[in-house]
């Protein structure tokens, strides 16, 4: 029996892989809802997405920082006189693990932030 078939499938599991993104855990998961209904009226919250509200950078931008971690983002978040005067809110500690969840997984390696 030939192994073709076989060597056909396992290169396009691989090919698959390699072009989807990392599978979001359950809470950056939450992180992404939440961005949809909260900030995405002013940024670019998915990879490579334009901001609605040009003054507001792409989280593409944000979360390409150097230095920044999922940590770092969640002091900045948890702070709310950190915040631009044009976010006028605060975001509740649990929803602030989920954002810094989903925010980190736009790094990647190379990607030159903007700002
Ligand atoms: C009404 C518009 C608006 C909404 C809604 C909004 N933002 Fe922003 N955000 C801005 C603007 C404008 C800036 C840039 C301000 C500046 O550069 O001075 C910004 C900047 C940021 C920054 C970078 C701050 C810095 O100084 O580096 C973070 C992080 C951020 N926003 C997170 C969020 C999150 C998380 C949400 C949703 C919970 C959100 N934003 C919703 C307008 C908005």
Not at 16 to 33: I, N, V, Y
Request: with cysteine; charged share 15%; net charge positive.
């Amino acid at each position: 029996m030939s192994r073709l078939p076989l060597i056909a499938l396992a290169a396009l599991v691989i090919a698959t892989a390699a072009t989807q993104p990392p599978a979001l855990s359950k809470r950056a998961q939450r992180g992404l809802a939440f961005a949809q209904t909260h900030c995405a009226a002013c940024h670019g919250i998915a990879a490579n997405a334009t901001s609605p509200n040009p003054e507001a950078p792409p989280w593409d931008d944000i979360a390409n920082q150097p230095g920044l971690t999922a940590i770092t983002l969640r002091t900045f978040l948890r702070d709310s006189h950190n915040y631009p005067e044009a976010m006028n809110f605060t975001v509740d500690r649990a929803r602030v693990r989920e954002l810094a969840d989903y925010m980190v997984t736009l790094q990647r390696p190379g990607y030159k932030p903007s700002i």
